[in-house]
């Protein structure tokens, strides 16, 4: 029923993208950088009525941790004639993540000490260098541009984050950290690099959710 | 720094900002560039431009919002960075610094150093002008004959692919360095001459550096075009404007108003048929990692497309030997996308049988921002590749 696809496929590496946007939503933080290592294996399956679904075979590593590899499996169905539902993404990792709660927890405080308000901007800049301190910011960029790679991703586009255009912390009453966010997506198909600006909250313990994002200049 | 917004409501208004964009002593930063009429366009400026962007506008009455009060770098690694880099030039080749990125006068310096140095072997040649007037520059390798076989290599095609042009810099030193050295393609240099364009979208490249490091297409305004710039991967004549490019001008993958609109594309294409004896046309792009051949405009199968797809598994394998970089291959529309008049598939009708894209890196975590520390690794391990496509092609001349 499923048919199977060269790993080198462009749809079976469409897919890859929002399987892995999706799992740094879910498991990215300032302490956990996932990215794909190899797409080991794929297979679509044609669903009448529903749409095309991928079930995929990841390597990943923690860019943290690289000697480990992370194994899992996703399945990413792409709903049928639907331009504006993120596919349905299911993520399995196999076995243990590295725990960050020791780094997680030392962040969340330098962050809640800081007496300014963080603000930077070209991460990383046009040489690719990212500095020390904000290489938790880049990573939490990760998480909030891998909510709207996933939520935006379709059979035709693969999503990648190019640079973090801006990024300023606004300070909250409650426990959350909030960052917001103006990333710039990569959109291999159209080619196209595309501004979004994410309201990210993350928490040590409770993780990261977007509370809002939209394409930049939208709405306004 | 400020950034400032302007919603062009009119054609005048949106001119008055595209205008912005030539003034490049302003050192603006467009976070969104001027597209069309009611989108917005987000300006950053820096403290010393605020004045005179505010009177461009308010001179033409144009109306602009203050987005962002102060725009406050935490790290401002990027210009410190330029200034550090600017300073040295570097005398000879030996001492230049292939592990930074550098400007369009400091590899248009190498390479008159380049010639200086080796004589004998490597001669500079303008093959025509950019939109903006600037040369386009090749190098030519050759230890003599008269037309030889030649094998073709362009980087930089796409500006914002600047490991590319960086490669491109280090193949011309390898190559000189193995002739003199009586080595690697030395044998090859015997019977086959190698032309190498660095720069090959000079507009592009500069404007990367001066103000938008995402620029990929060339700078040319045609008439009738709201945008600026034309994909110079799409404006060859092979499948032109079908599916696989854009006929809207502010979109990435423009085509242009016509094949060989782009003086950057009609000077290859002219250079290629007035020489008549090329047999292998490499170009380099970033980012993906992949080895790419014909055809992207149609699903036909080349007719050689098994050799080149056998070619391709070696070259990958040489690729990965020295680092362990993991590339796939296959044919442009079957591996990464649709794309119509792109510059492999023309020189693959012409009759250049060996004609392969590349995808430098990464796979997408620095993409076109790759850190300039892999430059070096990147290009030795791409050399390798090309090596095998080079020997393959002097073992099976036609």
């Keep these: 029923r499923a048919m199977e696809l060269p790993s080198s496929h462009l749809s079976a590496a469409r897919a890859a993208a929002a399987a892995v946007g999706y799992l740094r939503y879910l498991r990215g933080g300032p302490g956990r950088g996932l990215q794909l290592r190899e797409l080991r294996r794929a297979r679509r399956q044609d669903i009448d009525d529903v749409g095309h679904k991928y079930y995929l075979e990841l390597e990943l590593e923690d860019v943290l941790d690289k000697d480990r590899t992370v194994n899992c499996t996703a399945e990413v169905l792409y709903h049928l004639g639907s331009k504006t539902s993120a596919p349905d993404v299911q993520v399995t990792v196999q076995g243990e993540l590295r725990s960050t709660e020791d780094a997680d927890q030392e962040f969340y405080n330098r962050i809640r000490s800081l007496e300014k308000e963080l603000v930077a901007e070209n991460i990383p800049d046009s040489h ?3 500095p020390p301190e904000l290489e938790p910011i880049h990573r939490l960029a990760w998480v909030a541009s891998g909510y709207v790679i996933w939520q935006n991703s379709t059979e035709n586009t693969k999503f990648h984050l190019a640079q973090v255009k801006h990024v300023k912390q606004v300070k909250r009453s409650d426990e959350d950290l909030q960052f917001d966010f103006v990333v710039l997506l990569h959109e291999m198909v159209s080619q196209e690099v595309l501004p979004w600006e994410v309201t990210l909250l993350w928490h040590p313990q409770r993780g990261a959710r977007v509370a809002q994002s939209r394409a930049a200049g939208a709405g306004s | 720094h400020q950034v400032l917004r302007v919603v062009p409501q009119s054609n005048e208004e949106l001119q008055k900002v595209q205008e912005l964009q030539d003034l490049e002593h302003l050192q603006l930063d467009f976070w969104l560039a001027p597209r069309r009429l009611g989108l917005p366009v987000d300006i950053r400026v820096p403290f010393h431009s605020l004045q005179a962007v505010k009177v461009h506008l308010e001179a033409s009455e144009v109306p602009y919002s203050i987005m962002i009060e102060d725009v406050q770098a935490l790290l401002d690694e990027e210009q410190t960075e330029m200034l550090r880099s600017s300073r040295q030039r570097s005398l000879d080749t030996n001492t230049f610094n292939y592990e930074a990125y550098h400007t369009i006068d400091e590899i248009y310096d190498f390479m008159d150093m380049l010639v200086a140095e080796n004589p004998n072997l490597v ?25 030889r076989p030649a094998i073709w290599i362009d980087t930089g095609i796409h500006s914002r692919e600047w490991v590319t042009q960086a490669s491109g810099v280090w193949f011309a030193k390898k190559i000189a360095e193995d002739h003199a050295n009586n080595e690697g393609v030395a044998s090859i240099l015997e019977t086959m001459d190698i032309f190498l364009e660095i720069v090959t979208n000079p507009d592009g490249f500069v404007y990367t550096h001066t103000t938008n490091r995402m620029w990929r297409k060339t700078r040319s305004k045609h008439s009738g075009a709201l945008c ?16 696989g490019a854009s006929g809207n001008s502010c979109s990435e993958t423009y085509h242009g108003p016509y094949p060989n609109s782009e003086p950057e594309v009609k000077s290859i294409v002219d250079f290629v048929k007035s020489h008549g004896n090329i047999k292998v046309f490499i170009s380099i792009h970033s980012y993906s990692q992949l080895l790419l051949y014909p055809y992207g405009y149609t699903e036909t199968l080349a007719p050689n497309a098994q050799e080149l797809h056998e070619l391709s598994a070696k070259a990958v394998a040489a690729l990965s030997s020295l680092y362990g970089t993991k590339y796939k291959y ?5 591996t990464i996308y649709r794309a119509s008049g792109s510059t492999v598939d023309w020189t693959y009708n012409q009759g250049i049988k060996y004609s392969f894209t590349f995808e430098l890196r990464d796979t997408g975590r620095y993409g076109f921002l790759l850190p300039a520390k892999q430059i070096v690794p990147t290009a030795q391990e791409t050399w390798l590749a090309l090596k095998v496509i080079m020997e393959h092609a002097r073992d099976n001349t036609y």
């Design chain 2, 123 to 147: 001669s500079k040649l303008e093959i025509g002008r950019s939109t903006e007037n600037r040369p386009l520059y090749v190098l030519k390798f050759s230890t003599g004959g008269t037309n």
């Design chain 2, 228 to 243: 600026v710039g034309v994909d110079p991967n799409r404006n060859w004549d092979a499948g032109f404007g079908d599916a």
């Design chain 2, 330 to 334: 296959g044919s442009i529309i079957t």
């Design chain 1, 128 to 130: 690719g260098n990212v």
